[in-house]
């Protein structure tokens, strides 16, 4: 069973207010999710494939991360994600974004990673991703809405030009 802590639309924790995932949570509550979009040195960026029994799945997403778990902060929760989606250790990750999005009682916080990780070196998390490739400014913004997750990343993918 995850656990998670319980925030307000202004990305408050609600102490002492947990959530459980997959359990309906209550308008005006949402619960914390990381994303973090990466950024080669070479001015690439990474994208990867969504397994196809996930919703999404086969879709690309530039963007890896995940819900929070009880007790971490956003800075915690993207470096545990990153890590666990692509094996990429980055302690140092730039916050670049904020977005509630009331449909799915989610608060997101949105960040960027430069590295100059071995490219070849990604590891795709089972169950989570299948593929994974790096693509330049130009491939990612010209990536058509039916192959990109979501509109929220689409919006996240325009902010780049």
């Known amino acids: 069973m995850e ?4 925030y307000n639309s202004d990305f408050e924790k609600i102490e002492g207010k947990q959530l459980v995932r997959g359990v309906k949570i209550d308008d005006g509550l949402f619960h914390l999710v990381c994303d973090i979009l990466v950024k080669h040195t ?5 994208l990867m494939q969504r397994d196809y029994r996930k919703s999404y799945g086969g879709m690309w997403e530039a963007t890896a991360g995940g819900s929070a778990l009880a007790g971490e902060t956003p800075i915690e929760c993207a470096v545990r ?3 666990e989606e692509t094996g990429i250790v980055a302690p140092e990750l730039t916050e670049v974004g904020r977005v509630v999005d009331n449909s799915t009682h989610s608060v ?3 960040f960027l990673c430069i590295t100059d990780w071995d490219k070849d070196g990604i590891i795709l998390q089972e169950g989570e991703t299948i593929a994974y490739k790096w693509v330049s400014r130009e491939e990612l913004i010209n990536m058509k809405g039916d192959r990109l997750v979501t509109k929220r990343m689409q919006n996240f993918v325009d902010e780049l030009k």
């Open 42 to 46: 070479d001015g690439t960026y990474l």
């Open 3 to 6: 656990i998670w802590d319980a």
């Open 81 to 83: 994600e990153l890590r």
């Open 108 to 110: 997101y916080v949105e």
